[in-house]
Structures are given as structure tokens and as C-alpha cells.
């Protein structure tokens, strides 16, 4: 028996040795440099400081990760001109919903034994969020729910106090009657003579257009069906739209919607030019720590879900970005070797993971568990609002080039909303319909 | 025979090395690029192999509605600030260039600060000037008890908008160009169209513009190519729209280029087509001046 044991303890030592020596032998035995890239809406010294950690950590090997971080307006650019100079980089940090295009070009790599160890821990939502064909190409690094942005100090001088939730923490969940009705009205009057206004909605370009599919989204109508846009079929985007539109002639929002960029809007909500503006959890995190350190102007910066009658009914929706880590496929053996170690190493958890994760709401389980932050469980409580913005289709990316110019269409009487949307719709199903027979993961 | 060569080659060496540098430069990103586009036209690579696709992409662009928007948009700026460009330069530069030498050069300072100052300055302060939520065009609406009116969202007349700012960005180049000209015709010409009776219109007509020929050669062949290729005034002001109602070739090629929906095939044929455009444009215009001299 006790030689039956030994040679069990024997062989699972040298299986475990084999294993290892195996992992160790895909490792480069010389100097890599590689770069990460990332739009994460983060402070730049956590992503620093987790790449310094790895380069002291893996410096007897060489390996050495150069932390390039940009602004989201700026990553299509970046990213495009980098396939074609061929110089992608090994590491992507970025919105899921804006990585998958690059999946199905075939230059994301495969990382799913790679996230196998910490897939328990991961939700659920998350993790399925990162599929494609049953393979994982990111692994969740944090969430951001996108909703709406208020200035409750407005909202008081504006006579709006029973809007305001009692915790500040807590996500107000006002009716389409209350917010059109009520809310934008008044504040509208309150901003009379001034170049302030309600709200900010724009169709100068797809930035933050995930705000505009919310609104699109918020007397129930289907953006995607079935794989394919759904925009122009729906009576209800349709309806959405001219309620929009409606909105902006009578002064409930700024007057420049068709050459405003998302990018503006947030500005202008910080420097007190507006009322309500679209916002994700990670801005709320940033805005809130420009304000705690002094650089910027301080207000009382609440969170609120987006209004929405769905068959009838009064509801609240909110879009979820799925922020995460690829390893991109750029050709470069030695340099994917050590993006997926760079991974590996830091999904081994610590205070890294931990630090980038708690930027908004936690990927992880068990960082979430362990969070002493109340906006987080606050927040989390709204997770069953949360529709599906991108459909899961193919070229969701690529689509979105079409949405602003409809918008604009619409806005400016060139076609009616449903002639726009139609259009769009057309456009976005011959781009799906493109990225489904070329989809380098999908066949 | 072999000594005279080398002799020769002696005597040209220097001028060989001046234009060296140059030849190798232009070579390397100038002919060199215009020759990569020509052959990255033919192929498609986005989805990771190099598939050569023909005229594909030339058929995409001529089978596309936005393609054939933004054609037609970029030939409108060229076939109307060309023109305003060398109408309103030869007639500033023609009613200033004899005055006295300080309002001479207050014109074309001022004129010229626009060209000094960069197209995003300008497209910037353009903005600041019409945008409705926060421009002076915003006020000048609240002041007249007006709704602000949104004039860079106009489906039919935002372009028209643009060809104005565009002409108010390049005119200071043309009168600074013609005014020097001008300025070097001898004064004996001017004094004898006064002594005939002439006065400043048959001044314009039989001395300023013929006169002046030269100089509107070159403002038509570097203001062509310039107009053509128009795009930080639209990228800062309309992005394109409203729906590519101002969507240029060149801005067109950036979104194909770096855009969401890359495609650089298309975007090379796009550049293709705008150099073979303008190099007709500009051999029509040799054309034109040979058969002028001809005729004479």
C-alpha cells in the first residue's frame, strides 16, 4: 500500500513538474517588450502601477510591458492604423463591445484555458458576455452601467428635491411621465435665457452613442432581432426617436443634437451648463476623485436609470460595458506568449486586480463580496434593467457608423425618423451580413 | 571621350547633390506612396489575408451612394472656391495694390492672418461663431427674441456654409500672391492705360489679369489641389453631416481609413481616384492655356 501511495505521490510530482516545465517552455527565454493598450476609464497610476509590478516581477526574464493609455474617441484610429503598420499591440484593455469586431477579424486571440482557473469566480454575464462559437476572447476586468448622470444641486434650486434619492448612493428610477413631463420642463425654465439646458442628446458622431440606443430602446422597442437590426421595423424605436426629436424642438435639450459629440455632453454637465447627462459608473468614479482632488467643480453627482414605458408599463433600462483584457493576435509569437503571461500573472488576484476591478462595479465575485464601497451593491440591484445594446451581432462596431448620420437625417428633415431608420437598418444588416460570412471565428 | 565624362560629371556633381536629397525624399514619400496606394487599391485585407480583389473597390466606391455624395461634394468646392478664390484675389489684390504701401500691407496682413493662424484655429473660432447652444450666433437669435437655429445642420445649405469658410481661409494666400505680382508690373503700363483714358475696369482687363496669368496658374493648381482635399474643416465643424450631406472624398477616406468600418482597399481606391481627378483638372487647365497660346 505505503509503495502504491509513493508511486502515486511519484508520478502526480513528475505530472506536475511535466505540466510546468511545459507552461515554462512556451515562455520566451529573451527580453520581450510588449505594449498594453487601453482606453479604460481609469486613473492612469492604477494601470501603472500594475505593469510596473509585473516588470519587477518577470525583470530576470526581461519581460517588460509599456502601458499606453488613450482616450476611448481616439481607439479606432489607434487601433486601425496599427493593423495596417502591422503594429498591434500584445494587449488590449478595452469595452468588450468594442473589441469583438477585431474577434471576428481574427486578431484576438483565444483565451479561454487561460481564464479556465478564475471562470467560477467570474459572473456569469460577464463571462458570457466574452464569448464567441464557445471560445473566450477577454476576460472581464470591471463593469459600468450606463445610465444618466444628475446634478442634485440643480435639482434642488430647480424645486426637483422629491427626484432626488434619499441615499446618495442610490440610482433614482423616475417614470417617462416624470422625467418629460416634470423633470426636463422645469429645468428647462430654470436654465431660461442661458445658454444651459435640460439635457444633452448628440448625433455629431457615435461617441457615447450607446446613450442614444438607450433612448431608442425606451418605449420598448427592439434595436436587434434575430441577429440582424430590428431599428427601422419597430414602430416603437421609430416612436422613440420622434419623441427625441420632439424633445429638442421644444427646448428640452440643446439645440446643436446633430453636430454635438457624446464627448461634449459630459463637459458641459461638469461645468454646471446642464441638468442631466448620460453617464457610466466608471465616469461617475473618475468625476467623483476629479472632484475630491480639487480639479474640477464640485456638485452633488447622482446616478439614475434611464425611463422607459415598455408595453405600457412604467420601467427603467440601463446598458452594461464589459471592460476586459484581451491578448491581440498580432503575429508576434514571443509577444502573445507574454501578453497571456501578463494575464495569467494578474489574474493570480492581489491588490492589481483588485484596484482595477473596484474602478466600477467588480467582474469578480469575490472582489465584489469583498467591497466596502455602498455605490456597489447600490448599483448591482439594477442589474435586471440591463438590455443587450449590441444584439451579440457581428460588426456591432462597424454598424454604429450608420447611426449618427440617421440620427442627423431625422433631425434635420432630410428623411423622416423612419424613412432614417430604415436606412440605418439596411446598412447595419448588410455590414452583420458581411462580418457573418467573413467572421474568422464563427466557421 | 572618357575624361570629358568624367569631366562632366564633375561639373554637374554638385548640382547632383543638391537635388539628391530631394529625389530620394520625394521618392520615398511621395511617388513611392502614390504607388502603394495605386497597388493596395487592388486588394482587400481585412479580414487577415491579402486578396486580390481587382477593381472591386473602385466598384464599391461607384456603387455607393455616400461614395458618389462625396464625389460630387468635392468637386462642388473645387468648382466654386477655385474660382471665388481667384475672382475675389485678382479683384482685392487689384484695388489695393496701387494704393499707399501701409494700407497695401494692412490688407493683406489682415487677409492673411487666417492662413498663418492653421485651418483647426479657424475652424475652431468658426464654431465658437455658429454654434447654436454656445456661439454668438446663439446670441445674436436670443437678442432678436429668435429660436437658435442650428446653420451647420442644414441638409441642403451647410456645404454652402463650408465652400464660404474655406474661400475665407485661403483668400488671404491668393491677394497676398497676386498683390506682389501686381506690384512688379512695370508702372509705365499703368501710366499709359491713365494717359488712353482706360480706367480701373479695362486696368483689370488689359493689364491685371493678363498680366497676372502666371500667378493664376499657380494659385489654380495649388488651390485645386488644396480644396480638394479639404478636411479639417469638415472633421471640426460638421463631422461630415448632417447624414454625409458634407462629406468630402477625403474625409471619406479617413473613415475608411481609420474609421469603424475600416476597409483601406477602399480607402487607397478612394486616394486613387482624387489624385486622377485633380491631375485631370490640372491637365485641363495646361490644356486650356496651350490652346490660349496657340490661338495668339
Not at chain 1, 440591463?386 to 451581432?393: E, H, K, L, N
Not at chain 1, 454604429?400 to 431608420?421: C, E
Not at chain 2, 468630402?248 to 468600418?261: K, S
Request: glycine share 6%; proline share 3%; with cysteine.
Amino acid at each position: 500500500m505505503k509503495k502504491l501511495l509513493a508511486l502515486i505521490l511519484t508520478l502526480s510530482l513528475l505530472m506536475g513538474m511535466a505540466v510546468f516545465a511545459r507552461a515554462e517552455e512556451t515562455l520566451p527565454d529573451h527580453p520581450v517588450d510588449i505594449e498594453l493598450w487601453t482606453d479604460f476609464t481609469i486613473d492612469e497610476a492604477i494601470m501603472q502601477k500594475a505593469v510596473d509590478d509585473f516588470n519587477a516581477a518577470y525583470a530576470d526574464k526581461g519581460y517588460t510591458v509599456t502601458l499606453n493609455k488613450f482616450a476611448g474617441s481616439q481607439r479606432t484610429t489607434l487601433i486601425n492604423g496599427a493593423i495596417e503598420n502591422d503594429t498591434l499591440p500584445a494587449l488590449l484593455f478595452s469595452a468588450w463591445f468594442t473589441t469583438a469586431d477585431y474577434v471576428h477579424q481574427g486578431l484576438v486571440e483565444d483565451i479561454t484555458d487561460l481564464i479556465a482557473p478564475v471562470r467560477d469566480d467570474l459572473y456569469d454575464a460577464v463571462y458570457d458576455a466574452c464569448v464567441i462559437a464557445d471560445k473566450a476572447y477577454m476576460v472581464g476586468m470591471y463593469q459600468s452601467y450606463f445610465g444618466l448622470a444628475y446634478n442634485a444641486d440643480i435639482f434642488r434650486e430647480a424645486g426637483l428635491d422629491k427626484y432626488i434619492t434619499e441615499d446618495a448612493n442610490e440610482w433614482a428610477r423616475w417614470t417617462m411621465a416624470e422625467f418629460e413631463g416634470d423633470i426636463l420642463p422645469t429645468l428647462a425654465k430654470y436654465f431660461e435665457g442661458s445658454e444651459k439646458y435640460p439635457i444633452a442628446l448628440f448625433a455629431g458622431d457615435n461617441q457615447a452613442d450607446t446613450f442614444t440606443l438607450n433612448w431608442l430602446s425606451s418605449l420598448g422597442g427592439q434595436m436587434w432581432k434575430d441577429g440582424k437590426s430590428n431599428a427601422g421595423a419597430d414602430e416603437n424605436v421609430i416612436a422613440a426617436l420622434e419623441k427625441m426629436i420632439s424633445w429638442t424642438e421644444n427646448g428640452l435639450t440643446n439645440s446643436d443634437v446633430i453636430t454635438r459629440s457624446g464627448t461634449e455632453a459630459s463637459p458641459d454637465f461638469r461645468n454646471l451648463n446642464s441638468g442631466v447627462c448620460s453617464c457610466q459608473v466608471s465616469n461617475h468614479t473618475s468625476w467623483l476623485n476629479a472632484m475630491a482632488n480639487g480639479s474640477s467643480t464640485q456638485f452633488d453627482l447622482r446616478m439614475a436609470t434611464v425611463p422607459a414605458v415598455i408595453n405600457g408599463e412604467d420601467t427603467n433600462i440601463l446598458a452594461n460595458y464589459v471592460y476586459g483584457a484581451c491578448v491581440m493576435n498580432n503575429g508576434k509569437a514571443d509577444q502573445i506568449a507574454v501578453g497571456k503571461e501578463f494575464l495569467r500573472w494578474l489574474l493570480q488576484g492581489g491588490e492589481n486586480l483588485d484596484a482595477i476591478n473596484n474602478n466600477a462595479i467588480p467582474c469578480f465575485r469575490s472582489i465584489a463580496d469583498a467591497s466596502t464601497d455602498p455605490f456597489v451593491p447600490a448599483t448591482t440591484k439594477n442589474a435586471d434593467l440591463i438590455w443587450d445594446f449590441t444584439g451579440g451581432v457581428p460588426g456591432y462596431v462597424a454598424t454604429r457608423s450608420h447611426l449618427f448620420p440617421a440620427i442627423q437625417a431625422a433631425y434635420s428633415g432630410d428623411k423622416t425618423p423612419a424613412q432614417a431608420l430604415a436606412d440605418y437598418s439596411a446598412e447595419a444588416n448588410a455590414i452583420i451580413e458581411e462580418y457573418v460570412e467573413n467572421s474568422l471565428v464563427l466557421h | 571621350m572618357k575624361a570629358m565624362t568624367e569631366r562632366k560629371l564633375r561639373e554637374n556633381l554638385s548640382a547632383y547633390l543638391f537635388v539628391g536629397p530631394f529625389v530620394v525624399l520625394c521618392a520615398l514619400f511621395i511617388i513611392y506612396p502614390i504607388f502603394r496606394g495605386f497597388i493596395n487599391s487592388l486588394y482587400n485585407t481585412k479580414w487577415r489575408a491579402t486578396v486580390y480583389v481587382g477593381l472591386q473597390n473602385y466598384k464599391t466606391i461607384f456603387s455607393n451612394a455616400t461614395s458618389m455624395l462625396a464625389i460630387k461634394n468635392s468637386l462642388l468646392f473645387v468648382a466654386t472656391v477655385v474660382p471665388l478664390l481667384i475672382i475675389f484675389g485678382i479683384w482685392i489684390s487689384g484695388s489695393i495694390f496701387d494704393k499707399r504701401r501701409l494700407y497695401v500691407s494692412g490688407v493683406r496682413a489682415v487677409l492673411y492672418i487666417p492662413v498663418i493662424a492653421s485651418m483647426v484655429v479657424m475652424s475652431i473660432i468658426w464654431r465658437f461663431i455658429l454654434d447654436s447652444q454656445s456661439g454668438l450666433v446663439r446670441y445674436f437669435c436670443m437678442l432678436l427674441g429668435l429660436k437658435p437655429v442650428n446653420v451647420l445642420a442644414d441638409p441642403t445649405y451647410t456645404i454652402y456654409l463650408l465652400i464660404f469658410i474655406l474661400f475665407t481661409m485661403n483668400i488671404g494666400q491668393c491677394v497676398v500672391l497676386y498683390t506682389a505680382d501686381m506690384l512688379s508690373i512695370p508702372n509705365d503700363l499703368l501710366e499709359a492705360c491713365r494717359i488712353d483714358g482706360g480706367g480701373r475696369l479695362d486696368m483689370f482687363r488689359y493689364i491685371l489679369i493678363p498680366l497676372t496669368k502666371n500667378t493664376t496658374i499657380f494659385t489654380f493648381i495649388t488651390q485645386t489641389a488644396s480644396v480638394f482635399k479639404v478636411f479639417i474643416v469638415i472633421q471640426l465643424l460638421t463631422r461630415g453631416g448632417p447624414n454625409y450631406k458634407t462629406t468630402t472624398m477625403m474625409y471619406l477616406l479617413y473613415e475608411y481609413a481609420f474609421g469603424n468600418n475600416i476597409n483601406t482597399g477602399v480607402a487607397s481606391a478612394m486616394g486613387v481616384l482624387m489624385f486622377v481627378i485633380s491631375l485631370v483638372l490640372i491637365t485641363l487647365r495646361f490644356v486650356f492655356i496651350r490652346r490660349e497660346k496657340e490661338a495668339m
